[in-house]
Every structure is written in C-alpha cells, then in structure tokens.
C-alpha cells in the first residue's frame, strides 16, 4: 500500500527543516511503510520513554537528534531518567553512569521537552483530554491514557516516540482508530466479595491475573462495580501492561469508552468470554510473591511503581501515625516519585515527618534503571504488582507483594508481617 503524505509532511522529509527533523520523519515513515499503512495521522501530544538510558545507542540517538536541530513540535514530557538529578552523587551511583545519564537529560531538554521525569505523567502533568491523539512510551502511561482517561495512543518504543513529538506525525492505525478500540474479550467477575474492591491491592492482583490471560487483546471487565480511584486504575494498568501487554482495558461503567457492554464491544460480541473467581484472584496473588513469604527477613519495601502520588503519601503518612517509631536500621523504605509530588509534600508539610521515619524519596527514577536497591539485598517487599512482577528478573531478589500497610509493618519488624485483612479472611 502506498503511503501518501501532506506537502508538510514531504517538507519535513525533504530536509528543508533541517536534519534532525528529516531523520525523524524518516523513521516515521519507515514504520508506516512497515505497518502498510496509507497515511500518518496528527498527533497533538507526546510522552518520551526514550530517555531511559537502556544503552550508549540511546544517548548517541538523543545527542544526534538534539544537535541536528531536531526540538519537539508537540508538548512532550519525559519518562523517569535513570537516576535521581539531585541526588545521584550522595547515592554512590558510578560517576560514568552519571555523566552519561545527565547528557541524555540535556539533551531531551535541548529538544524542547518538559523535564518532568516521572512514568505517571497522567497525575498532574499534561494529562490528556478524552479523545486526544497522542504518541506515548511507557507501558503503565499507554495503558492509563487509553483506558481511564479515552486518549488514543498504541504502545510507542524508544526512538518512535522521540521521532513522533519531533514530526507531530504517526502511522495512522491501531488504538488511534476507534474501530480498533473494541473490547475483545469479555471478563466476568463471579462471586468476589465486594469487600475485596476497597482494598488498594485488589487492583495490581486484578491487572496482573488480566494481563497473565488476556495477553495484547483488549479486555472488558464487568463486575467491578464500584468507584476506583486513579492510583487504584494506576496500578491495575501497571500490572496488566507487565504481565501482558495490554494498551487499553475497559470496565463496564467506569471507563469512557464502556457505559454499557454494547458500546465496549461496539455492538459487536465478545471473542471470548472469560470468568474470574476468588480462586482465581488468591491465585495470582500468590503468584506475585516470589520464594518469599511470611517471617522472611527483609532487605528493603519498595514503594511508587508508578511514580507515588500525593494521595498515596497521604495514605502513608496516616498509616505511619498509626505505626509510630521510626524504621530499624538494615531495612529500607524506598519511595520513587517525581518533582510534583515532592513539591506538594514539602507544601503539605509531610516531607519532613516522612523522611525522619527513616524512608528514602527518591526523585525522577526507578529502581529497575539506576542502582537505588543494594546490590547485596535478598528480599524486597512492595504493594506494586509492576515491581513484584518485574524483580526477581531485574533485580535478582526475593519479592513479597502485600499492602500499604503491610509493607510499612514489615519494614518496622524487619520482616515479612501479614495482617488481617479482606485477603487474609477468605
Ligand atoms: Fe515507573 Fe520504573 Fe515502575 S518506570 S512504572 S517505577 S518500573
């Protein structure tokens, strides 16, 4: 099929403006030349994973870019960076790694991107609007900007997705049409005690056991019914995007595209219909805890997979009340979050009663990009379906997937604490 392209588009891959612009847009018409696709589609937003540091490749690709003239012609935000800017140097992190992370932050900054750092950039940022197309990296953002908030993006990699805020242009096809929204298969819940929908962790178990089963097609939840928050959806879309790789879910009266069964499925029937009962879910949320459990000791909670924010510190700071005292030495409460978040906690007064309970903030990062948990440590706790599924491989320890609180208790006990809970009474 024959992709034809805008006098602006030909403009942009002639060179007139520039080469960073030409190199872009000759990656972006490759990919459409490789999709078969017949035309490029506007955008009107981006969001940059790119800027991960994965390998010297991704440097040389930004510095390339950036000193070609290349500057984003969309507002675009930035993914986490591999290590915290302030802090890095304190952290022990090898001062090469450093360098060369901080070069690939100038040099997305140098292209006009918004230096916002953080893998939620739904929660506070330039949140899209219903509707909107845009080009986003990260596989949590993708799945919440499509799902809770009925922006249209597909599943943009490293390079595409710097290549598409530079040229405003992506292949026309995908989730960026809506007929490629349908639902295509149908989850039931059956029989789960509606207790359980309160609990912060039911969400992550949720996403983990859809994405475990449903893989890349697109799922449509009916029996979720009640309310569920952003940091609730958050780690629901985190989990299934790991454990499968889903771009877009829908749940029957919650999310835009799925007011009723007819609309999510586009009056189309269902694929396949899937049923998920308690066993199901106690399943998968045994399966998020890997060769560890109950009495282990512990090296470390790891909290903000995705990036925490503020209402999670809320919750914590209540929880911490509760629990009193500050943390033993040996184990650690490492939080990842970004530059908002820190700003409201140091406005909300919190930051101070949270570090001095022994928790470490960590800024603009992520624990599987930059050396933050110890090389030595064993176990790890986190309430992160994301970070429980992805540890074992990534940081070669032990995990333990609880709540909020049962993270904090732990931590407190230097050791793996179960409480009584909606779980833990089935
Ligand atoms: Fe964010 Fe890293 Fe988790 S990018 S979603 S903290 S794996």
Redesign the pocket.
């Known amino acids: 099929m024959a992709l034809c392209l805008t006098s602006h588009e030909e403009t942009m891959l002639s060179g007139r403006n520039g080469p960073g612009v030409q190199m872009a847009m000759r990656i972006v018409v490759r990919m459409a030349e490789v999709l078969e696709v017949s035309e490029l589609l506007p955008i009107t937003q981006a969001h940059i994973d790119g800027c991960?540091l994965m390998s010297d490749s991704s440097l040389e690709f930004a510095e390339k870019l950036a000193s070609s003239g290349a500057r984003v012609s969309v507002p675009t935000t930035l993914?986490?960076i591999p290590l915290d800017l302030q802090n890095w140097k304190k952290q022990g992190v090898p001062a090469e790694f450093g360098h060369k992370a901080s070069r690939i932050a100038d040099a997305y900054i140098k292209m006009n991107c918004i230096p916002t750092w953080t893998?939620?950039p739904y929660q506070g940022f330039l949140t899209p609007s219903f509707g909107q197309q845009i080009a986003w990296g990260?596989s949590?953002a993708i799945i919440y900007a499509n799902s809770v908030i009925g922006a249209r993006t597909n599943r943009y990699a490293d390079f595409m997705d710097i290549c598409a805020a530079i040229t405003g242009r992506v292949p026309k096809q995908g989730l960026h049409l809506k007929e490629n929204r349908r639902g295509q298969v149908l989850i039931r819940l059956m029989g789960i005690d509606p207790g359980l929908f309160a609990e912060d962790t039911f969400y992550p178990v949720l996403g983990y056991l859809v994405g475990k089963r449903i893989q890349d097609r697109i799922p449509v939840i009916e029996g979720l019914d009640t309310f569920a928050n952003s940091d609730q959806l958050k780690a629901l879309g985190?989990a299934a995007a790991s454990s499968g790789g889903i771009g877009l879910f829908h749940i029957i009266g919650l999310t835009p595209e799925a007011p009723t069964l007819e609309d999510a499925f586009q009056g189309s029937e269902p694929d396949e219909i899937v049923e998920f009962g308690m066993n199901d879910l106690l399943k998968a949320m045994d399966e998020l805890s890997h060769d560890a459990g109950e009495g282990d000791a512990l090296d470390a909670v790891v909290l903000?997979?995705?990036?925490f924010s503020y209402t999670e510190f809320q919750a914590l700071t209540e929880i911490i009340h509760k629990t009193g005292g500050t943390l033993p030495s040996g184990v650690r409460l490492i939080i990842?979050t970004n530059q908002l978040s820190m700003a409201l906690l140091e406005r909300g007064g919190l930051k101070d009663f949270i570090t001095k309970f022994g928790a470490e903030i960590i800024l603009d990062?992520?624990?599987?990009?930059s050396p933050i948990v110890s090389a030595g440590a064993e176990v790890i706790m986190t309430n992160?379906g994301?970070?429980a599924y992805?540890a074992p491989g990534e940081l070669n320890t032990r995990v333990v997937f609880g709540n909020l609180e049962e993270c904090i208790h732990s931590a407190m006990r230097g050791k793996v604490t179960r409480l009584e809970g909606a779980w833990k009474s089935l």
Not at 365 to 369: E, K, S
């Open positions: 991960a993914n986490m893998c939620a990260e949590n985190a903000g997979c995705p990036h990842l990062t992520c624990v599987f990009h992160s994301k970070c992805y």
